[in-house]
């Protein structure tokens, strides 16, 4: 099984500045990694797909990149709404689908 | 507009049984993969079972293999996850979920979600 390792575990920044936001994979998982947006009480939405590729209706302030076992999210410039929690995901080697622990984007 | 909209949640005995139903409206159900996935209260997303869109293929995460069950009805358009030998450990909000790509020989990008059904085992 890929382990998904975030860091760091949680994110204190202020509206306007830019957010990195870090995923690390066991193994390689090539470009076959996802970021999602959790906020709460409410259902996980897709951002990104294929490392790279925005999700659609998906601002284009959000963008990923990385491959093989290293890969980033960045938010260029924070709006109120972007204070969430965001996973990453795999789906190179599976079963199972496996997801990071999350990394809590809040308010400075 | 895609909808998903999860029941069959509640309160159940650990070692009994639960079977969660997902509604699914506004997009051709027969021609997507189709996701369970589940969050337990302070920890993250887990991934629980897939089934392909014609039903043919079912995959689960190991913890849950011989436990749990996916199935579909396209008749119904509903998603089902059946649920024997509950334990504590599987108390979460368990989330029906889309493939995002129809016909998909090789899924696993999930979107959209429905809003969950929370389970919770507890004697």
């Known amino acids: 099984e890929i382990v998904l390792t975030q860091s760091p575990d949680t994110l204190s920044l202020s509206p306007g500045e830019r957010a990195t936001l870090s995923c690390r994979a066991s193994?390689?998982?090539?470009?076959?990694l996802a970021w999602y947006q959790q906020k709460p009480g409410q259902a996980p939405r897709l951002l990104i797909y294929d490392a790279s590729n925005r999700a659609t209706g998906i601002p284009a302030r959000f963008s990923g990149s990385g491959s093989g076992t290293d890969f980033t999210l960045t938010i260029s410039s924070l709006e109120p709404e972007d204070f969430a929690v965001y996973y990453c995901?795999?789906?190179?080697?599976?079963?199972?689908?496996?997801f990071g622990q999350g990394t809590r984007l809040e308010i400075k | 507009q895609v909808q998903l909209v999860e029941s069959g949640g509640g309160v159940v005995q650990p070692g009994r049984s639960l079977r969660l139903s997902c509604a699914a409206s506004?997009?051709?159900?027969?021609?997507?993969?189709m996701h369970w996935v589940r969050h337990p209260p302070g920890k993250g997303l887990e991934w629980v079972a897939l089934?392909?869109?014609?039903?043919?293929?079912?995959y689960y995460v190991d913890s849950m293999k011989g436990r749990f069950t996916i199935s579909r009805d396209k008749s119904k358009n509903t998603l089902y996850l059946q649920m024997n030998s509950l334990r504590a450990e599987d108390t979460a909000v368990y989330y029906c979920?889309?493939?995002?790509?129809?016909?998909?020989?090789?899924?696993?990008?999930?979107?959209?979600w429905g809003q969950g059904t929370l389970v919770t085992v507890s004697s």
């Open positions: 995901q795999q789906r190179s080697n599976w079963p199972p689908i496996t």
């Open positions: 979920a889309r493939d995002l790509e129809p016909y998909s020989g090789s899924p696993g990008w999930v979107d959209p």
């Open positions: 089934i392909w869109y014609d039903g043919s293929i079912e």
């Open positions: 506004g997009f051709t159900f027969s021609s997507y993969g």
């Open positions: 193994q390689s998982v090539s470009s076959y």
